[in-house]
């Protein structure tokens, strides 16, 4: 057997209220790249579904950014390392790893030769440092400035100038190299969040929170004056220069963005973005002839120049933990579900999404069933609801459960629930019967051909098998496992049962006499099983695991197998579903879709 990554649905940023985000443009104008959690997403700009992951940090990076060249990116992190790498290879081979200062990297600037580099943030000793991007060899300090620093930049021209933005309100200005402490400009009255240099270098433009933007002369730091009076209603985050320095775009927590004429520093045209506060524009970037900008809901809006009340494309997704995925009957659509209660329906062929309207659960799902027109949803918030697939948004229904529901299934207009306190049947959108369980459920499979339901204890390592007649359930037998059982699922022709639990095992039980199907053991995980779904032909079982790998299993030959290691580097693996006998789709804590393709089963 053997397996390739298909596709990979990334990622949005990772976004927090009152904080900047710095998105990185590609100098050759092809991708933008951005963070979230340990990983640096790179995005085709034309089309955002190809993408590539990078995720060797051992810890939340906070930016990134590509060398001049084009060749490097240079990645900060929480603990103060800066992580050079390639970006040529597909391995993407580490060039350098630096530690320049001891705490965040909020921004990273590379001089024009791509030889040296700027990084500031929130050290113990200093909140930046300058040095060359080879040896690490200093090549100056950044002082003069009392607070954490949020934003620098290297000035594209000579003679060579540093910018910083701090949280004293101040622009600091460095000559060199090797570069030493010039002035600080003091016309912001709260924290400075971005300074850019104009594409010729001969501008720079600072933005703070006091809703105020400056523009200065490049080489002598000298004010030219103030855009706008003030730019904005709200903070402003971030600004991107036109690439022939005519133009500049702001983006501000008014839930705006704005385009200004640089010479008359006048506005051109105003993006509104909505009225919620996931609406407010965190960062904005101006690469080549697209304009983008990030809302703190971490979408990625394409801004339209000739339609400034509608964008030319919003990048959806999730940026928090997913938790849960189904697919449509017909496995052209996937639903994803995450820890901050929204779902996300996906075109399997294109990687075209949008985020499912309405009032949902609001907090984690917990479990999810295409069936039909239909998405049925359960969360901690003690509910179960229905999403209609044709509107892409939830409807009024809504059943309350007795406690919070862990799994569930639906077979026909049944729906079974496993919650904490008990196992329930819902049909027509209302309780029909529930029988008090003692274990803790950890998941629910209904046997479409059988008159069974299998419900995971992960509080008495057993899968408990009921009979469903009607919407009654009755204990039929149960199955012993050496861990916490973790999830169950019948295959699609009824015939077996597959359990996994956190003991690293993924065992199959023969349907209806629940016997072991085969004495192979499934056990090659290294720490415990999250997962488990069967191929449409019943042939294969896939599981995902804690320690970030998928096994694909053959039922028909038990000692075959193989192993997509590091599916989801550095992120346990949540949930899988088959697309096809060959083609299997990964969710996990790295908030990633994967599509996978196996061959040669």
Request: charged share 20%; net charge neutral; aromatic share 8%.
């Amino acid at each position: 057997m053997s397996y390739k990554n298909t596709y990979i649905f990334s990622t949005l940023p990772r976004t927090h209220r009152g904080q900047p985000i710095v998105l990185g443009g590609d100098p050759k104008g092809k991708n933008f790249l951005y963070t979230n959690g340990n990983s640096v997403i790179i995005r085709n700009i034309e089309n955002p579904a190809i993408s590539d992951i990078y995720t060797e940090h051992s810890c939340a990076v906070n930016v990134a950014k590509y060398s001049p060249s084009g060749f490097y990116i240079a990645s900060g992190d929480q603990s103060g390392k800066v992580r050079i790498w390639d970006t040529v290879n597909q391995e993407h081979l580490m060039k350098n790893e630096f530690q320049p200062i001891g705490g965040p990297i909020k921004d990273i600037s590379w001089s024009p030769d791509s030889q040296r580099m700027v990084v500031v943030g929130e050290g113990r000793e200093r909140f930046g440092h300058v040095f060359m991007s080879d040896t690490g060899t200093s090549v100056g300090e950044i002082s003069g400035q009392s607070k954490p620093i949020n934003s620098c930049d290297f000035r594209p021209a000579r003679p060579f100038r540093i910018i910083t933005g701090s949280e004293d309100n101040t622009i600091g200005i460095f000559e060199g190299p090797p570069f030493k402490f010039k002035k600080t400009k003091q016309e912001h009255t709260r924290f400075v969040q971005a300074v850019r240099y104009s594409p010729a270098g001969n501008l720079f433009a600072s933005a703070g929170f006091d809703g105020k933007v400056f523009l200065y002369a490049g080489d002598t730091a000298d004010l030219i004056g103030e855009i706008g009076s003030p730019a904005h209603k709200g903070g402003v985050y971030a600004v991107g220069w036109k690439p022939d320095g005519t133009q500049l775009l702001t983006a501000s927590g008014d839930k705006t963005c704005r385009l200004w004429d640089v010479e008359t520093k006048s506005l051109i045209s105003e993006f509104m973005m909505g009225g919620q506060v996931e609406d407010q524009q965190v960062s904005c970037l101006w690469q080549g002839q697209h304009l983008l900008s990030l809302s703190l809901s971490g979408f990625i809006n394409y801004l339209d120049v000739n339609n400034p009340a509608k964008p030319i494309r919003i990048v959806k997704g999730h940026n928090k933990p997913i938790t849960v995925l189904s697919l449509s009957p017909d496995r052209k659509t996937i639903y994803t579900g995450s820890h901050d209660g929204f779902v996300t329906t996906w075109n399997s062929a294109t990687g075209e999404n949008e985020r499912v309207a309405g009032d949902g659960h609001g907090n984690q799902i917990n479990g999810m069933r295409a069936v039909g027109s239909s998405v049925f949803t359960c969360g901690i918030d003690d509910t179960v609801r229905e999403i209609s697939a044709e509107e892409k948004a939830y409807m009024k229904t809504e059943i309350k459960l007795a406690s919070q529901p862990r799994g569930m299934d639906v077979k026909g207009d049944i729906i079974v629930t496993a919650s904490v306190t008990e196992i329930a049947t819902l049909q027509d959108g209302r309780k029909a019967s529930s029988v008090p369980v003692s274990f803790e459920p950890s998941s629910v499979s209904i046997n479409p051909e059988h008159p069974d339901v299998a419900v995971g204890g992960a509080g008495d390592n057993k899968v408990h098998v009921y009979t469903l007649v009607g919407t009654s359930l009755s204990p039929k037998t149960e199955l012993e496992h050496l861990g916490p059982v973790t999830d169950c699922a019948y295959s699609p022709d009824g015939a077996y049962l597959v359990a996994c639990d956190a003991n690293r095992k993924v065992i199959l039980y023969k349907v209806p006499e629940y016997q072991l199907a085969h004495n192979k053991e499934w056990g090659f995980h290294n720490a415990r099983v999250n997962s488990v779904a069967w191929s449409p032909n019943s042939l294969l079982v896939a599981s995902g695991s804690l320690d970030t790998t998928i096994i694909i299993w053959s039922v028909q030959n038990p000692a075959k197998h193989v192993i997509i290691k590091n599916a989801h580097p550095q992120s346990q693996i949540t949930r899988l579903a088959w697309l096809s006998n060959d083609m299997i789709v990964s969710v996990g804590q790295d908030c990633n879709t994967k599509m996978w393709t196996v061959s040669d089963i």
